[in-house]
Nanobody, 124 residues
Framework: QVQLVESGGGSVQAGGSLRLSCTAS????????MAWFRQAPGKERERVAT????????SYADSVKGRFTISRDVASDTVYLQMNSLKPEDTAMYYC?????????????????WGQGTQVTVSS
């Protein structure tokens, strides 16, 4: 059974940092694109970052570019999201995802496996 488990969320003040982790089990995702999404109350889910197999290429939403870094550890099938210079508008539930039909990157509209999410709250 495929399972994605996120961790690392919490509450920080603006300007602080957090590191999120997403560990996959039940299948090997080293050859798949993986992504982080976030969803704030009353807003649509937003794709934050993607990373290709082997970590050779990453992409970011404009809202987080230069502040967030996505990375992956193939040996442990873990994807990370380092978040620096956090802002109150980064407050959201953060999810990792992988498409059910790899190897392309997940979007808001594709059929994906999702984790349960981890809450990030940034206070001003």
């Amino acid at each position: 059974q495929v399972q994605l488990v996120e961790s690392g969320g919490g509450s920080v003040q603006a300007g602080g940092s957090l590191r999120l982790s997403c560990t996959a089990s039940g299948a090997t995702y080293s050859t798949n694109c993986m992504a982080w999404f976030r969803q704030a109350p009353g807003k649509e889910r937003e794709r934050v970052a993607t990373i290709l197999p082997g970590g050779r290429s990453a992409s970011y939403a404009d809202s987080v570019k230069g502040r967030f870094t996505i990375s992956r550890d193939v040996a442990s099938d873990t994807v990370y999201l380092q978040m620096n210079s956090l802002k109150p508008e980064d407050t959201a539930m953060y999810y990792c995802a992988v498409r059910r039909d790899p190897p392309f990157c997940p979007t808001q509209r594709t059929d994906n496996y999702w984790g349960q999410g981890t809450q990030v709250t940034v206070s001003s």
